[in-house]
């Protein structure tokens, strides 16, 4: 897990001077849902890796394609090897900015809405997408969500002929970030 973290690390051009202003997680969360005729899928992951610049507004995650659990150990099984190819396409990335950040309304009370734009790379397919999400500071931590719709067709995830009609076009995603403030390095 660290691994991926410090790729979304290097994906924000980190440097030492700048370090102090980043916010980041490695237990964020994010969870997909679509409804369906013959069942709803639903996955989790907790293995969300984090990190959001408040100097800039640049953030990235990553998340290991393995970590989705289902209810169904089947539907894990289906969607690992057969749907997201997980051995070939080990982790989904997303690396972008909030757009037009200040982080100086983060100082109001309660979450406030913001529009997240960036790459988001699933299956080896990168695709620029723009989606809308909150920040707020909270107990001195960063929490960050965000509720987006995507098509499996979009990155290529092919859907068999026999279930095709039965599955929903598009899944719903949702991304739950817990970043902690931070740390100042003792000299």
């Known amino acids: 897990m660290m691994k991926y973290l410090l790729v979304a690390l290097s994906l924000l051009g980190c440097n030492l001077a700048s370090a102090q202003t980043k916010y980041s997680t490695r237990a964020g969360s994010i969870s997909f849902f679509s409804s369906t005729p013959m069942e709803d899928i639903d996955a989790r992951s907790s293995q969300v890796g984090a990190v959001l610049d408040m100097s800039s507004g640049q953030m990235a995650f990553t998340v290991p394609m393995k970590s989705f659990q289902f209810k169904r150990s089947l539907m894990q099984e289906h969607f690992n090897e057969n749907y997201v190819e997980s051995e070939k396409f080990p982790r989904a990335t997303f690396a972008g900015q909030v757009v037009n950040f200040q982080s100086a309304a983060l100082s109001k009370p309660g979450a406030q809405q913001v529009q997240v734009e960036g790459d988001l790379t699933i299956h080896g397919v990168k695709r620029h997408i723009r989606v809308p999400g909150t920040l707020e500071l909270k107990d001195n931590q960063l929490l960050a969500k965000s509720k987006f719709t995507i098509a499996p067709a979009d990155y290529n995830i092919e859907i068999p002929a026999l279930v ?24």
């Open 164 to 187: 095709r009609e039965h599955i929903a076009k598009t899944v719903e995603v949702s991304v739950s970030l817990l970043c902690n403030p931070p740390t100042v390095a003792q000299p």
